[in-house]
């Protein structure tokens, strides 16, 4: 029945009308504000409405999980960052209650240093604090340098920069405009490593010490130590002073994947070299600090020719490798000293004989090849055997060390390192062979019950979200792939799916999470330790794919998230992608600043937001 006024007015419904009335005005003041846009407002994100079918969202190991049983087991039922809901029911629906359409008004500008902007590296560039150096001499004017605060402009790109040529084509040719820098094929114009031809850089597989041509050299060393199997005993390789990695380059037919390192500007750009042909490579120096990797990572360290004094400092560059050199594996030296008799290189080779011999490094095979060029290959003890008979206990066995990611900003130490054990203290032998490794339970694992069942899952988990999304159901152009990083990798599972793809993986572990990065080299996968806060040791325009799984939980509290986008944007190429798998509410801080970047971006199933980067730069 209709209430009229006058009976309101007769039976003082005053109250009922007071209430009504607000409710009415509450309800229209949300309705606007739930229609209206933001004041600051980009309609270009696109909100997929396909819904393909998501495996169930699993952890990156975190590092405030202690290592009890009873915290290990429940990895498996606690995301890093909790999902609004389990990702398989999530919507697009779900994702529209959320407005995304946002963009910050961001006055960006290019950096502004000059001809060398195009290959800005904030922490390796800071010449303020590099001229404030005490001493250089033991290259700590290649050490990182971080400037304080993060630099917020963008790095401009190349003239004439192309999008790059594409695998495998580019391991022998690159574009020239794309790394304009001719100097290091003047100085190495007689050794063969690149030459330059028309428009592009031409890679023939020379070098130093190939002076057959790389192929040959790697047979060589074959043939002088049979017991090196490439692809099954020896998967992961360093390559120190790699020049511009074409040994690391022809080892990828063998199966071997080689992190091939060298310092800034010893040779001019050679490191950008490598990474634009498509091969695995970081910038990195062994000055005073420790390497950005785990003990006992690789199963051979190889050095032609790298310029690298071992016996410095008291030989505390030789006891890194050792640190970083598993049990049983290989160091080759291929050097004057080993072959040549002058008395500086006599000298030298003296020198190494006491040092090798002091740490246990036996030799296992020293010869020279029909051209003259010769090498040493020594073999790291896979026991304690021999450290317990020497006579002088010179350097010492290093304390154990008591906290995780010792080897960030750590200086080098004079001492030798402990052999791995498991949790009954046996010596870990390293046996399995590559393939069997990438799927097989991993010697460091923790000790507890359901830590293998944890690793297992975590590897499914990883297989059907990259088969069934990520290769499947996001437009993501795969035949632009090649150099691919995984920013928070916790057991390597996004690297180990994905590795029947042409294409490689940097697998990088947050100083702020739990320290995984053993187990990643114990699959056969490579990777380094890194602090997001902070610029990676890579020049710009290096990776093809950045793929980051709850990565800005533990950054929050430490850095700004612009300031990760602008590296993110940084080591970027053109055309490359950022995929995010996140909550929205990290989802929404990161939108608007990649679209302030002028990237397209695109968001699929309320939690995988995809952003391409384009060849937009500030206008000057």
Sequence with gaps: MAISLQSVIKERKFPFLLALTFLLISFTILLISNSSPSLLVSTDL?????????????????????????????????????????????????????????????????CKLGALAVDYIPCLDNWQAIKELQSRRRMEHRERHCPDPSPRCLVPLPIGYKVPVRWPKSRDMIWYSNVPHPKLVEYKKEQNWVRKSGDYFVFPGGGTQFKNGVHSYIDFIHKTLPAIKWGKNIRVILDVGCGV?????????????????????????????????GIPAILSVIGTKKLTFPDNAYDLIHCARCRVHWDGDGGKPLLELNRILRPGGYFIWSATPVYLDDERDRKVWNSMVTLTTAICWKVVAKTVDSTGIGLVIYQKPSSYSCYKQRKEKIPPLCEQKTKQNVSWYEPLSYCISHLPVDSMGNLLRWSTPWPQRLSSKPPSLPSEPDAEDIFKEDTKHWAALVSEVYLDGMAINLARIRNVMDMNAGYGGFAAALIQ?????????????????????????????????????????????????FLFKNLKDRCDIIDVAVEIDRILRPGGYLLVQDTMETIKKLNPILRSLHWSTTLYQGQFLVGEKGFWRPSE
């Excluded at 995301?79 to 779900?94: G, H, N, Q, R």
């Design 245 to 277: 990695a074409s040994f690391g380059g022809y080892l990828l037919d063998k199966d071997v994947i080689t992190m091939s390192f060298a310092p800034k500007d010893e040779h001019e750009a050679q490191i950008q070299f490598a990474l634009e042909r």
């Design 46 to 110: 696109h909100v997929t409405t396909s819904q393909p079918h998501l495996p169930s969202p699993q952890p990156r190991p975190s590092r405030s999980q202690s290592d009890n049983a009873a915290a290990v087991s429940s990895q498996l039922n606690d995301t890093v960052v909790s999902l609004p809901e389990p990702a398989s029911k999530m919507t697009a629906a779900a994702a529209g209650d959320v407005d995304l359409n946002v963009s910050l008004d961001i006055k960006w500008e290019n």
């Design 501 to 549: 793809q042409p294409l490689w993986v940097m697998n990088v572990v947050p100083i702020d999470a739990q320290d995984t990065l053993s187990v990643i080299f114990e699959r056969g996968l490579i990777g380094v330790y890194h602090d997001w806060c902070e610029s990676f040791n890579t020049y710009p325009r290096t990776y093809d794919l950045l793929h980051s799984s």
